[in-house]
């Protein structure tokens, strides 16, 4: 995972690149993000943007999980996320933050 930031603008950017397993968790500030998602093998498999929830152990959906290459936009809370793997191979993804709210 990377992180990128602008002196200029504030700008915060995460990167994965061929992944098969679900990556360390990560904070997020509240605002629009887009991710994007490709993997080159499926295998009936998903990836899912997750937050946190309030019982300090369970991941719960924050953008719907992808089954195929694709790219969306979702309004999120700040908090603990993690970008969770099932069974996809090779995944490479681009979460971008795009305003703040």
Same mark, same amino acid.
């Given at each position: 995972?990377?992180?990128?930031?602008?002196?200029?603008?504030?700008?915060?950017?995460?990167?994965?690149?061929?992944?098969?397993?679900?990556?360390?968790?990560?904070?997020?500030? #509240?605002?629009?993000?887009?991710?994007? =998602?490709?993997?080159?093998?499926?295998?009936?498999?998903? =990836?899912?943007?997750?937050?946190?929830? #309030?019982?300090?152990?369970? +991941?719960?959906? #924050? +953008?719907?999980? +992808?089954?195929?290459?694709?790219?969306?936009?979702?309004?999120?809370?700040?908090?603990?996320?993690?970008?969770?793997?099932?069974?996809?191979?090779? =995944?490479?993804?681009?979460?971008?933050?795009?305003? #703040? +709210?």
């Amino acid at each position: 995972m990377h992180l990128r930031e602008s002196d200029t603008v504030n700008t915060l950017f995460f990167s994965w690149k061929n992944i098969s397993a679900t990556p360390t968790a990560f904070k997020l500030p #509240a605002g629009l993000y887009e991710l994007t =998602v490709h993997t080159e093998t499926w295998g009936g498999g998903s =990836v899912t943007l997750q937050r946190l929830a #309030a019982d300090g152990s369970t +991941f719960a959906t #924050a +953008f719907t999980a +992808f089954s195929a290459d694709g790219s969306a936009t979702a309004y999120v809370p700040s908090g603990t996320y993690q970008l969770t793997i099932d069974t996809a191979t090779d =995944v490479s993804a681009d979460l971008a933050f795009i305003e #703040a +709210f």
